[in-house]
């Protein structure tokens, strides 16, 4: 049983209902890195403080354990491990796009253990996750799913220069529609960069099948004639 830890309080309560039944099962909590007390504090033996920090599992940003879950956590729990800020990102998405589950960071650090491989005990059987809340921002969650499309090559967002006559864009744009590009956005540059009188520059933001298919939509623009720069 995979279980988040902020304060202590939840994952002390399921390790010690889940022992009182079946002591054989492990249970491992799981803090993010950002703000992640236990560790110290289990090894101390007494709660320890850490400094607050941005992040997006907010619900477990506690930087301080109380007097009364350490003893608890230290005697009931199998491990508590902590997880980068990154993969809780990509567990939010994970939980998204694979279980069709709103999922906050808080609830989602479980996953994220799971994805990292920090839960060694996970391969000798059955798992179980915490989902605690779906307690999440709109925005966030958008942000989160741009960085996943852009982690895995389905979002590109490619810059060149064209001359600047009727039509040099559109030519462009059917160039990436054949090669099976769909266009998000699009956006003239004239200011601010080093440009040929006759000349405009070109950020195109485009969704791809993959890795393998963004390489393809650059060198297909390349071997038109243009000098495409990858921006993200």
């Known amino acids: ?5 902020g304060g202590g309080g939840l994952s002390s309560g399921v390790a010690i209902a889940i022992k009182a039944h079946r002591p054989d099962v492990e249970v491992v909590g799981v803090q993010v890195e950002s703000v992640a007390a236990f560790p110290e504090s289990l090894r101390r033996g007494e709660p320890v403080g850490v400094s607050s920090a941005l992040t997006i599992a907010d619900g477990i940003a506690v930087k301080r354990p109380g007097e009364l879950t350490v003893p608890l956590v230290r005697r ?4 508590v491990v902590v997880v980068p ?3 809780v990102a990509e567990a939010i998405v994970v939980c998204m ?3 069709k589950l709103v999922v906050e960071g808080a609830g989602a650090v479980g996953v994220a253990a799971l994805i990292g491989g920090q839960t060694k005990g996970a391969a ?14 709109a925005g966030l969650l958008a942000t989160v799913a741009r960085r996943h499309e852009t982690e895995a090559g389905r979002r590109l967002v490619l810059f060149t220069r064209v001359p600047d006559r009727p039509g040099s864009l559109a030519r462009l744009l059917s160039l990436v529609g054949e090669v099976g590009a769909n266009l998000i956005h699009v956006e003239h540059l004239r200011e601010g960069i080093d440009l040929h ?3 405009t ?12 298919h963004a390489h393809e939509v ?6 038109a004639g243009y000098e495409p720069q990858v921006i993200a």
């Open 1 to 5: 049983m995979v279980v988040p830890v």
């Open 76 to 79: 009931f729990l199998d491990d």
């Open 85 to 87: 800020e990154d993969d």
């Open 97 to 99: 796009e694979r279980a």
């Open 124 to 137: 000798r059987g059955t798992t179980c996750v915490v989902l605690s809340g779906g307690n999440v921002d």
């Open 197 to 199: 009188v006759r000349e």
């Open 201 to 212: 520059a070109v950020q195109l933001t485009l969704e791809t099948r993959g890795r393998d």
């Open 218 to 223: 650059v060198a297909c623009v390349r071997d």
